[in-house]
């Protein structure tokens, strides 16, 4: 007998098999992330002998995950995620490569552009969480897509406790010693690569396109989605909905980025620093599966809401915290859950929004414009700082957070009408 697959879905062992594909690369595409991300400001100093300089590996890292992320939705559009995916993995290894050669030449242009193609890796792990929806039926597009954004975590908290390692390692092989940590990251994407390449048939989104061809049983009908009554022809909410995302991140990213210089002017130790921040990227993470659910359960404008409510009692915390440093870490914390709820519901919503012709492409313009936002604000925020302290940075953010809040207003009167 020919299996009878669901409309608008795959079978659920097929998915299930895929999101935990997809779940496993972006732990090991994430390990090398989070652990290149630790040291590249260190090696940035290491290379250059300029300590002023070292924001700008994460910038050059944002800004390589933004030019990468439309190509890769177009090559996703044409060849489908497995090739997209495996080649930015591919192309994340050449970046790692590229950091250990300007590391021991000691060559500072070539470590800045070395730092930006990796950042493909960032933009691979973004795309990621739209390929686990592409099979999931909608009422489950959002919890599919959280897990995988989950996943995230591991990497995120175990890459930075490599640095050890990585030294032991760079000085066995005649490098400088923080540069070893980036032979983790050749590791780790090379394998998130072939995890991709061998794990992911069938191609999701190649399945998804062939199952919206095929002829549909006799009285089946679409699952509900939580995001139909705002569809429609018009390009406008999907841009306010890529829009309501970069914003939630551009905010997490300025005041993230500020806070470990906050706590050291007033007393904090590197300890206390780093303490906080896995706190704050517990809270980016940790959650993520609630809060898909949650998006699937009551849709996902009631959840963006309740991000943007979170991010402004971060940016009141950041804004009026001083030198108290509970009150620092709580926002920190609640930055990270705020970020978490708007990023998940927010790209839940795009999906659902976006016809299946221009999902891949609306996909890879709202990664461009969330990373372009974080290297954006990345670069400035350090001038917002210099210049009035966490209250001045904490307002500019606030203005944001007001942008993020009526555009999903916006989003949510047109659901009504």
């Not at 930006?116 to 686990?132: D, E, I, N, P, Y």
């Not at 009551?298 to 804004?319: D, N, Q, R, S, Y």
């Not at 030198?323 to 990270?336: F, H, P, S």
């Amino acid at each position: 007998m020919t299996e009878v697959r669901p409309a608008m879905g795959a079978p659920d062992r097929t998915q299930r098999r895929i999101v935990g594909v997809l779940a496993l690369a972006t732990v090991l595409g994430g390990l090398g992330v989070g652990a290149s991300l630790s040291a590249g400001a260190l090696l940035i100093v290491d290379v250059t002998g300029v300590e002023s300089l070292s924001g700008f590996g994460s910038t050059m890292n944002a800004l390589g995950a933004a030019l990468a992320g439309i190509p890769l939705a177009r090559l996703a559009a044409r060849r489908g995620r497995r090739i997209a995916l495996s080649t930015g993995s591919a192309i994340a290894v050449l970046g790692a490569i590229l950091i250990i050669a300007a590391s021991a030449t000691r060559t500072p242009v070539a470590l800045f552009i070395g730092l930006a193609v990796l950042g493909v890796a960032v933009a691979v792990q973004l795309q990621s969480r739209f390929a686990a929806t592409d099979l999931a039926t909608p009422a489950r597009r959002a919890r599919d897509l959280s897990l995988v954004v989950w996943s995230i975590t591991i990497g995120a908290v175990t890459g930075p406790n490599l640095i050890g390692p990585g030294e032991v390692i760079g000085e066995s092989l005649g490098i400088p010693p923080l540069a070893g940590i980036f032979v983790f990251t050749v590791a780790a994407q090379a394998a998130a690569g072939l995890v991709v390449w061998i794990g992911l048939r069938p191609d999701p989104l190649l399945e998804a396109r062939a199952i919206a061809a095929a002829p549909k049983p006799a009285g089946a009908g679409p699952d509900a989605d939580p995001a139909a009554g705002i569809r429609s022809a018009s390009a406008t909410p999907q841009f306010l909905a890529m829009a309501v995302v970069a914003l939630g991140h551009a905010v997490m990213v300025a005041l993230m980025a500020m806070t470990p210089l906050h706590l050291m002017h007033h007393g904090g130790s590197v300890t206390l620093v780093g303490f906080t921040i896995s706190m704050h990227i517990a809270g980016m993470y940790a959650l993520s599966p609630v809060f898909g659910v949650l998006t699937s359960r009551i849709g996902p404008l009631p959840v963006l809401l309740g991000g943007f409510a979170a991010l402004t009692l971060a940016a009141l915390g950041t804004g009026f915290g001083g030198d108290t440093v509970w009150v620092i870490q709580v926002a920190l914390i609640l930055l990270g859950i705020g970020w978490s709820m708007v990023t998940i519901s927010g790209a839940s919503l795009l999906t659902s929004l976006a016809p299946a012709d221009v999902r891949p492409k609306r996909q890879g313009q709202s990664d461009t414009m969330m990373n372009a936002a974080g290297a954006t604000v990345g670069a400035l925020s350090g001038l917002v700082f210099a210049t009035g302290g966490f209250p001045l940075l904490s307002s500019v953010m606030g203005a944001c957070i007001v942008l993020g809040a009526l555009a999903t207003v916006r989003l949510a009167v047109a659901a009504r009408r």
